[in-house]
């Protein structure tokens, strides 16, 4: 339904979350996906697959195709172990971010604060300034797969710091309470 909609707005891209469940179900078996982007793997949902192990299992069969045809473009965390293996599969060239030097796309001089973060991003398209207001250093990682993510679609960088700086916070989700208690 929502697809429908899209292409009826002339919409051409969609960005879905792929749950490890959705990928273990089937749910998205067969759909071709041109980008996959992994974030990270964490003891969330072992209660579903049982292990570590399993869990890794299903995120790797997204970049492997699912059944479907193999993403023509993967962005990685490398900071994650399982992130580290998927880099190994055979395909195209990953792009890795994480928050090392040695990642395709990382950050320098991150500055993290209740009003949000400040940080330069290197990239091999070149690097940008970025505020954010967004908080919390799993919003470092986050705004450094949404940006290897971009510049595969050839999104300039100043185009990129805008746009991470417009993305607002989701309500309920770290959100600052600021009601004027003294701390």
Partial sequence: RYFDELIRQGGTHATLEVSSHALSLGRVYGMDFDTAVFTNLS?????FHQSMESYGQAKRSLFKGAGGAHPQFTVINRDDATGRNLLKIDGPLP????????CMVHPEQVQ???SGLRMKIHTPSGQCDVR???CGTFNV???LAATGTAIRYGISM????RGIQACAPVPGRFEAVNVGQPF
């Fill in 112 to 114: 993290a604060s209740f």
């Fill in 141 to 143: 990682q986050n705004i």
């Fill in 95 to 102: 792009l890795s971010y994480g928050m090392s030097a040695d």
């Fill in 132 to 134: 954010s207001p967004l």
């Fill in 158 to 161: 100043e185009t990129i710091s």
């Fill in 43 to 47: 003891r969330d949902h072992l209660d």
